[in-house]
């Protein structure tokens, strides 16, 4: 639904609920690239029970865009085992030195 004024530019104050139809803010690339990484993480564990850091990096650092250096990278995928975990879909079974990471129990 578009606002227009008589003689006047059309109204340019949108709604956030108006943003996100009228542009498709909901299919923003950087988003889908997240979600991928984090589907792909927690499919992997779905498959075979529990990585460590080493085989998650080997999944997920292909993954990444080539304009990340690698310590960029390493951050990235630390900042999504923590939100994973802080959200509740993982955890760490193992300790630093050796961590196992595994999905969370279903409720």
Do not use: C
């Not at 927690?42 to 498959?47: K, R």
């Not at 075979?48 to 997920?60: K, M, V």
């Not at 879909?89 to 300790?95: L, M, T």
């Amino acid at each position: 639904m578009e606002r227009w004024q008589i003689g006047a530019a059309p109204f340019v104050s949108w709604s956030l609920f108006e943003a996100f139809e009228k542009f498709d803010l909901r299919a923003a690339p950087t988003r889908r690239v997240r979600l991928s990484q984090s589907r792909l993480f927690t499919d992997y564990l779905d498959s075979f029970g529990e990585a460590n850091r080493a085989q998650i990096n080997e999944l997920l650092l292909p993954k990444l865009s080539d304009a990340l250096d690698h310590e960029k990278k390493i951050n990235k995928i630390s900042n999504l085992l923590t939100k994973l975990r802080r959200r509740g879909v993982i955890f760490n079974a193992g300790v630093d030195s050796a961590s196992r990471w595994m999905l969370a129990e279903k409720k």
